[in-house]
C-alpha cells in the first residue's frame, strides 16, 4: 500500500499596508520595502529567504515573494503564481529562457547570461565564460536556493564549472557574508581568454573585480572602436583591457591605459600580447585623477580619451558627490583631446540619470576650456536587458563628444 503523502504546508502570507502601491506590482514594479509591508512579529520572525505569499492591503493575492526581514528590499517578487514550486524545474525554465536570447545574439557563449531582476531572476547575476559560469546569489533567496539553481544551470547550458562570487556591497546589504567558492566542477587554472570586438580579454575568474570581466561595455567598447582607427588613445580606468584593447583591434596606431591596480594591468597586458597588439599597448599605474593631471601637466595629447570610473554616485546619498566627480574628471580629460579628437565619458551609477550625468560632463569639458558635440549615446548590452519598472536595472551610460579645437 502505497504511503499516503501529506500536503506541504500552507506558505506565510505578509501583506502590503493600506497605503502601499500594490498597482506598481500588478504592473511589474518588484521590490516590496520595509515601510510598505506590515511587518508584524510573524512576519518580522521569517528566516531571510524564506517564501511567501504577498498579498494587497485587501487581501488579494498578488504572487509569490521572498522575503528578508533584514534588507531594506524587504520582498521580492518571484512569480505572479502565489502557487509557484520554486525548485530546479522552475530555474531551468527561466534560465532556458535568458539563454535563448542570448544564443540568438551572440556566436561564442561569452555574455551576461542572467541580469537579475529583468530575467525573472531577482538579485541574480550570472555571467558565462564558454565552459565557465560565476553566479552571483545577491539576494538571499538565492543563497538558500543555490543548489537547484546550480543544478539548473549546468543542466540547460552544459557548462562545467560554477564559481560562486559571494563579494560586494549588495550581498552587505542583504545581510549575507562574502565567500568565494567554486560549486561545481574545478576552478580554472589561471586567467580565461574572452574574445570580444576582435580582441582577446584575459579575466580573472577568482580574484578578479565583479565576475572577471564587464561584459555591458561591449556596444561601446565596438563604437568606440570606430572612432580609434589611426588614433592615438587614452583609456582611464582600463580595468582589464577595456576599451584599449577594442581600440587596438579597430586599428588604433596606439593605446594608453590607466587602472591603479597592477594586477587588472598585468591583465591588459597579457589581453593585448594575446591579441597581437603588444608593441601598440602601454600601461601607466596610478590614481586616475592624479594621471590625467600629470599628463596634462606633460602637454600629452590624444586623438581619442576614454574615460570608465567605477560607480561615483552607486546610490542617492552620493549623488552630489558622484555628479562632481563626473565633472571633475570631464575638466581633466578634456584638455587631453586633440582638436578634433573625441571624448567618452562613461558612468555606471544608477543614481545619476542619463540628464544629470551628460549636464555634469558638459560642465566639466567647459570648465576645461574646450567645446563639444554629443555624436554618441550608449547603453549596456542586450545581455544586460531592463526592466522597464525597475529604473535600477539601466545603469550604464557613455557618452561620446567630439572637441571643438
Known amino acids: 500500500m502505497e504511503p499516503v503523502l501529506s500536503p506541504p504546508p500552507p506558505r506565510p502570507v505578509v501583506r502590503l499596508r493600506p497605503k502601499a502601491e500594490a498597482r506598481a506590482i500588478r504592473h511589474g514594479f518588484p521590490w516590496v ?6 511587518l508584524d512579529r510573524r512576519t518580522a520572525g521569517l528566516a531571510p529567504g524564506a517564501l511567501a505569499v504577498l498579498e494587497d492591503a485587501e487581501r488579494r493575492p498578488l504572487g509569490l515573494v ?3 526581514p533584514v534588507s531594506k528590499i524587504v520582498a521580492r517578487m518571484l512569480d505572479r503564481d502565489p502557487e509557484a514550486g520554486v525548485d530546479e524545474a522552475w530555474f531551468a525554465a527561466r534560465l532556458a529562457r535568458a539563454l535563448a536570447m542570448r544564443a540568438r545574439l551572440y556566436a ?4 551576461r547570461l542572467v541580469h537579475a531582476e529583468a530575467d525573472g531572476l531577482p538579485g541574480v547575476v550570472i555571467d558565462r565564460f564558454g565552459e565557465v559560469a560565476v553566479v552571483q546569489p545577491n539576494a538571499a533567496w538565492a543563497e538558500a536556493h543555490l543548489g537547484a539553481l546550480v543544478a539548473a544551470l549546468a543542466a540547460v547550458t552544459g557548462v562545467t564549472t560554477v564559481i560562486k562570487n559571494g563579494a560586494g556591497r549588495a550581498r552587505g546589504l542583504e545581510g549575507l557574508p562574502e565567500e568565494m567558492a567554486v560549486v561545481l566542477g574545478a576552478a580554472p587554472a589561471g586567467p580565461l581568454p574572452v574574445p570580444m570586438n576582435g580582441a582577446t580579454y584575459m579575466a580573472d575568474l577568482m580574484g578578479g573585480q565583479k565576475t572577471g570581466l564587464f561584459y555591458d561595455q561591449r556596444e561601446n567598447h565596438a563604437f568606440a572602436a570606430r572612432l580609434a582607427r589611426g588614433a592615438k588613445v587614452l583609456d582611464v580606468f582600463t580595468h582589464v583591457g577595456g576599451f584599449a584593447l577594442a581600440a587596438l583591434a579597430g586599428g588604433a596606431a596606439s593605446a594608453l ?3 591603479s591596480s ?3 594591468l598585468a591583465l591588459a597586458e597579457a589581453g593585448a600580447r594575446a591579441s597581437g597588439h603588444a608593441e601598440r599597448f602601454e ?7 592624479a594621471v590625467l593631471e600629470a599628463l596634462g601637466t606633460e602637454g600629452a595629447r590624444f586623438d581619442l580619451v576614454i574615460c570608465d570610473p567605477p560607480a561615483f554616485a552607486p546610490a542617492k546619498p552620493a549623488l552630489e558627490a558622484g555628479l562632481r566627480a563626473y565633472e571633475r574628471l570631464a575638466r581633466l ?3 587631453l583631446v586633440s582638436p578634433g579628437g573625441y571624448l567618452v565619458l562613461c558612468s ?3 543614481a545619476a540619470d542619463l540628464s544629470a550625468f551628460r549636464n555634469a560632463s558638459a560642465r566639466g569639458i567647459g570648465r576645461g576650456g574646450r567645446r563639444g558635440q554629443v555624436i554618441w549615446t550608449g547603453f549596456a548590452g542586450p545581455d544586460h536587458p531592463v526592466l522597464p519598472q525597475l529604473a535600477e536595472s539601466s545603469y550604464l551610460k557613455a557618452l561620446a563628444f567630439r572637441l571643438d579645437g
Not at 520595502?33 to 506590515?38: G, M, N, R, T
Request: charged residues 15%; hydrophobic residues 45%; contains cysteine.
Open 33 to 38: 520595502y520595509a515601510d510598505e509591508l506590515v
Open 66 to 68: 521572498t522575503v528578508n
Open 108 to 111: 561564442a557563449p561569452f555574455y
Open 257 to 259: 591605459a590607466v587602472d
Open 262 to 264: 597592477a594586477g587588472a
Open 283 to 289: 600601461t601607466r599605474s596610478g590614481d586616475a585623477f
Open 333 to 335: 580629460a578634456a584638455p
Open 348 to 350: 555606471c551609477s544608477h
